[in-house]
């Protein structure tokens, strides 16, 4: 391989790829320094800050807290002593309850240690929306932009491609009398779209400066009993670049807005009971790879979004998730006793095992989903081979 080819592999594969790593790595150490910092606050012990899972890559002891960086980099915790909770390290000091423990602290500082890492997610998404809204898009995106394309959807089939620029969608402009987008063009480009399942449109796009018309025949996905429109695009809209404390105030309503559409989707995994558009880690991180190909601002964007995600997931009353953990200290609260501990540890096991088993299936169907026939094949002949 020559330099130069070296060189844009470099730049176009491997760069990317470790931006999404350290991206998602990130996330990840955010989350779990909300948790660290209000363990520091309120006196308790944390004998251990792990960054990943699995075979350890570093460590270094820093005041009484051993930091460890490990090799898979799909989760990590924070050993809190006088709280056992399963797959956080040996926890050697998980049943602590003098001073300096999880146990010995009252309901509410229990309930920000346990929260800690919710706050820092929302936090940090809030901060990267604030600070895109100081920056503004870039000059050139003066449109709707199509920053991805789903594979074998309606978009790939008819030719759309990312870097399109959707200016018009049946005829009905998405575009302002002084060429800037409209407000609310890409709900309106989703609200056609949604409206039309296996139905003809017509996008007006322009592509490396060229203006074109681009017939396309809707794609359809089963809500409950109904149709839906689905044309396998992801798109982006311009940012707008505002004063600072403008900026600061549109960051925090693009967070809740954000935070709005998790619940929601959530709430229709559940009332439809089905796991159709979630992603596992492949996924995630196939999706933070592709956004860091796109440049930094696009990433960040991402990463944002994947910090309110597991903001909102972290919510929920499982018991391996913050939420969980939340409601056990609030039942204690309120009864005044603890849980017995065969209880909370037969609780955490079947949860554990369930999640696990879920992240293995989003795996298998983010990978046959990504690779297509080429694993299906491949699955097979190993399949196969075991039998």
């Known amino acids: 391989m020559s330099l130069h080819a070296f060189a844009l592999f470099f730049s176009v594969k491997l760069l990317p790829l470790l931006y999404a790593v350290i991206g998602f790595g990130a996330l990840i150490a955010i989350h779990e320094c909300g948790h660290f910092l209000f363990c520091k606050l309120f006196g308790i012990h944390t004998p251990t800050f792990s960054i990943g899972f699995g075979p350890e890559l570093y460590r270094k002891q820093i005041g009484k807290t051993n930091f460890r960086l490990a090799l898979i980099p799909l989760g990590g915790y924070v050993e809190i002593a006088g709280l056992a909770e399963v797959g956080q390290g040996e926890q050697e000091h998980a049943q602590l309850t003098g001073e300096g423990s999880f146990e010995s602290k009252p309901w509410w500082q229990k309930f920000f240690v346990l929260s800690g890492g919710i706050l820092c ?25 199509v920053a991805g394309i789903v594979k074998e959807s309606a978009a790939e089939k008819y030719g759309l491609k990312p870097g399109d620029a959707i200016v018009k969608i049946n005829e009905q402009s998405l575009l302002q009398s002084d060429g800037g987008v409209m407000s609310g063009a890409d709900e309106l480009l989703r609200s056609v779209i949604r409206k039309n399942p296996n139905k003809p449109i017509i996008l007006g796009i322009e592509r490396e400066k060229k ?43 693009e967070t809740m807005r954000w935070v709005g559409m998790t619940f929601y989707w959530i709430k229709r995994l559940f009332s439809q009971r089905s796991l159709e558009g979630a992603g596992g880690p492949v996924m995630i991180m196939s999706m933070s790879f592709g956004a860091a190909q796109q440049g930094l601002m696009t990433l960040f964007t991402f990463l944002a979004l994947i910090s309110i995600n597991l903001a909102v997931l972290n919510i929920l009353p499982l018991p391996v998730l913050d939420g969980g953990q939340i409601a056990f200290v609030t039942i204690e609260a309120i009864i005044r006793r603890k849980i017995p501990l065969a209880i909370r540890n037969g609780i955490h096991v079947a949860s554990w095992l369930l999640l696990i088993s879920l992240a293995i299936f989003l795996t298998y169907r983010d990978i046959a989903t990504l690779f297509g026939a080429k694993f299906t094949t491949l699955y097979n002949k190993i399949r196969g081979l075991i039998k």
């Open 121 to 145: 997610n929302l936090l940090f998404a809030y901060i990267i929306f604030s600070i895109l809204f100081m920056v503004g898009s870039p000059n050139q995106q003066q449109a709707v932009m």
């Open 211 to 253: 203006a074109m018309d681009l017939p396309v025949t809707v794609g359809v996905r089963i809500e409950g009993t109904e149709e839906i429109g689905m044309l396998g695009a992801e798109f982006r809209v311009p940012i707008p670049q505002l004063p600072f404390f403008q900026a600061l105030g549109a960051g925090f309503m």
